[in-house]
């Protein structure tokens, strides 16, 4: 008798690629033979993995087997994995991370770049350089930290908020570059910081987020050196009517430049052979949007994120928008990775949180809290198994690479449900009617009810008490519908606080000088929309002390009419909403108490006010004498 095992491998092959996961892990447990052919037949797993998603960058070396793949892509999807704050900072900063290798990856912790070397097991980073970039102390609040760099061809270009850019020359990655060029004067001569940087070849691409420029520097090579110089180097491109320029990416050809704005919602491109623009964004143009990374997913297809907290791809031959997804949590979008296939993970500005999207569809396909801090992710990088995320306060590494057997599952992907057009949030609601009287019907036992006029029915003790159970069910309606209005309107209010306390920190961080001219314009929205979210709850509150008046009125009747149950549970209802309500109250004036304060912080630090104060002081000492 034949065995399913004698049969030819391409016919068993087809046979196995037909069941399901948890069919051949249970094949496997039967004999020693089908788990080493499935284990190690390649071809059933490339057919298992078409259907699923596997994260690896075309760079990065084939190192696993194709089993190996649909485990790590299954602890991917799922939320399996080990992670690890790898570095730690006493100070806060807007960090930039890069992996240049499988083993090395390089991380800018204010003015100073670091290369570290990462272990197999992928939990320790061991520093293998560090290098203090060049600075120049300008005359105004701005810190002298990189904003960001790029590792290219063996060159290293980092931008600074001073106002400068910086070349070295990477050869060997366990030792320091070797520093090539120092532009110190990039924008505006020095009074705007270089927030993003390109390499085209032999040209160094500096832009800024505050000046409309667009500036190429040519490096050129005389003896294995390079020099420029600023008149004859120097090439700039200017956006008209835009206020700057936030991050720049190169194609793979290095023939076009994708620039994301300040200002607008929709990236430019220019061809940097003829210098002119192929994609323009007149009619998306927005104070309140920003780019905040862009990066090219292949050769016809740009990806972006926005501050509305959007993730969108556009082909540039139509100039089409081809996908457009939203952030679970509507928060906005701080940087993004592809692996130019159907992967792309997001950095996100709350909770240290990263997202992982398929392509194929624009739902979440996993959520990552990498730490345990309400940080944004301000950058991010991933292979096949790892990914690493830096936050204001420190690098934490994620390793899928682990036995799912062993591992906690932490699945966030169910957490909200969104589509690309309107993100649908998960909320649970008390019912609003309450079922007081309630009839049952049995099929199976009829009896016969002997229909006689009662007329005790007709009594007016009777009407009275059906009239109370319609008014204990119209009472509870109007105060559950009230709560969630109460509810609701309190969360929102609690939103913007929280944005509001997060701008206002930033700017004291940045100084009046410092501050975009955007984010004070985003200060003034959200104080807006915080005066209108007062007046409604304060509308909303009032109309619950109403609406708890009328539910007590409808208590005590019931209860003199004799409907004692219908009196006990609108009772209930009515306590549950005054401890909802002064639960709303507290939670709500924790967060303004906590805006109050950083305002009285943000005055008393005031330059003009401070030397007001000090006038003040001496007017009253000398009217003292």
Not at 355 to 381: A, G
Not at 601 to 611: C, F, T, V
Request: charged share 25%; net charge positive.
């Amino acid at each position: 008798m034949c065995s399913i095992i004698q049969l030819p491998l391409d016919i068993l092959i087809n046979i196995l690629a037909r069941l399901e996961l948890r069919d051949l892990r249970n094949l496997m447990l039967t004999c020693r033979t089908f788990k080493n052919l499935i284990l190690n037949e390649n071809s059933l797993w490339r057919i298992i993995c078409s259907r699923r998603l596997i994260l690896q960058k075309k760079s990065e070396e084939l190192s696993f087997s194709w089993y190996n793949k649909c485990r790590i892509s299954y602890n991917w999807s799922k939320g399996i994995y080990r992670s690890k704050v790898i570095i730690n900072h006493t100070v806060k900063y807007m960090p930039w991370l890069q992996m240049c290798s499988s083993q090395t990856w390089c991380l800018s912790v204010g003015s100073e770049l670091r290369c570290y070397l990462l272990h197999k097991k992928y939990l320790i980073s061991s520093l293998l350089w560090s290098v203090q970039v060049p600075t120049i102390k300008r005359d105004d609040v701005r810190t002298n930290d990189i904003s960001r760099f790029i590792v290219k061809d063996d060159i290293i270009v980092c931008g600074n908020r001073d106002g400068c850019a910086t070349v070295y020359k990477w050869e060997n990655a366990k030792q320091k570059p070797n520093l090539l060029m120092h532009i110190k004067d990039s924008h505006d001569n020095g009074m705007v910081e270089v927030s993003a940087v390109e390499k085209m070849q032999d040209i160094i691409v500096t832009a800024s987020n505050n000046c409309p420029y667009i500036c190429f520097w040519d490096c050129r090579k005389v003896e294995n050196n390079c020099y420029y110089n600023d008149k004859d180097c120097k090439t700039e491109y200017k956006l008209k009517n835009e206020i700057g320029c936030r991050s720049i990416a190169a194609n793979d050809v290095q023939d076009k430049l994708a620039l994301g704005l300040n200002g607008n919602s929709k990236p430019l491109l220019l061809d940097v052979n003829t210098g002119s623009f192929l994609m323009t964004s007149d009619t998306t143009r927005n104070v309140g949007q920003v780019i905040r990374d862009i990066q090219w997913h292949d050769g016809n297809c740009i990806a972006y994120v926005t501050h509305s907290g959007k993730l969108r791809f556009i082909d540039i031959r139509s100039s089409a928008l081809v996908y457009e997804a939203w952030d679970p949590f509507q928060s906005s979008l701080y940087c993004l990775k592809t692996d130019s296939d159907r992967a792309v993970l997001v950095g996100s500005s709350e909770y240290s949180r990263c997202v992982l999207f398929d392509l194929r569809s624009t739902h979440v396909v996993q959520m990552y809290f990498t730490q345990k801090k309400s940080s944004p992710i301000y950058s991010l990088d991933f292979a096949s198994s790892k990914l690493i995320a830096a936050a204001d306060l420190g690098v934490a590494c994620l390793n899928f690479n682990v036995n799912a057997a062993t591992t906690q599952m932490k699945d966030f992907s169910n957490a909200q449900r969104f589509s690309s057009a309107k993100v649908i949030k998960i909320r649970n609601i008390a019912p609003v009617t309450l079922g007081l009287l309630t009839t049952v019907s049995c099929e199976d036992k009829k009896k016969k009810v002997d229909v006689t006029w009662n007329p005790d029915s007709l009594e007016h003790e009777f009407l009275i008490r059906q009239a109370t159970t319609v008014t204990v069910n119209a009472a509870t309606q109007l105060l559950t519908v009230t709560l969630v209005a109460v509810q609701d309107t309190s969360e929102r209010l609690r939103e913007a606080l929280s944005k509001e306390i997060c701008l206002v920190r930033q700017a004291l961080e940045w100084g009046d000088d410092g501050t975009p001219p955007d984010h004070w314009d985003q200060l003034v929205a959200v104080r807006g929309s915080l005066c209108d979210l007062k007046h409604n709850l304060r509308n909303l509150f009032s109309y619950m002390d109403y609406a708890e008046k009328l539910a007590t009125t409808a208590a005590e009747i019931s209860y003199l009419s004799g409907n004692i149950a219908a009196s006990d549970a609108i009772c209930e209802r009515i306590d549950h909403a005054c401890r909802a309500c002064n639960t709303q109250k507290q939670l709500t004036n924790i967060l303004q108490q906590e805006s109050l304060e950083l305002q009285q912080q943000a005055i008393i630090n005031a330059p003009h006010l401070e030397d007001k104060l000090k006038a003040t002081d001496d007017i009253k000492k000398s009217v003292i004498k």
